[in-house]
């Protein structure tokens, strides 16, 4: 009888345990993104309320995120940071999450990539028509300058 009890309550806390809601898991794919000098925006889709957007610099070990809403399953949002040193690379990163805290991530399905900063390939050249003004306009305040120090 008593063995029949404690069968009955432990099938009971089996059914109770399999009743409560479990909590959705956390994940965020990329359907599109663009990365520039300064930028970070990215456009997909979560199973989670939230997304987090989220680069980091590794030359400097500074991070930039934000948090967006998951509206109808999709959501689109854009991080800023400052133009690197040439070289520097960024890591960039989506998840979603449960909570609006960037830091809540439980490792489901999420976007990664490692990318190169911007680099400067040249600076642009002074055309002949521009380099000539600008010798004519120093020299004629050149000559000013002699006038108003003879007068």
Known sequence: MIARRLALVSLCLVVAV??????????ATVASYDFTCTSFTVQGSSTSPYAVIYV???QTQ????????VVGGAFAGTVTFPVASPGTVFELYAWGSPTNDWEDWDNEDYFYEERLGCTVTSVPALDLAGLGLMTTLLGLAGWVAVRR???
Not at 62 to 69: A, D, G, H, K
């Open 149 to 151: 120090g003879a007068a």
């Open 18 to 27: 399999l009743l409560v809601p479990q909590p959705a898991l956390a994940s």
């Open 56 to 58: 980091y610099n590794e």
């Open 62 to 69: 500074l991070e930039y995120s934000t948090v967006v809403p």
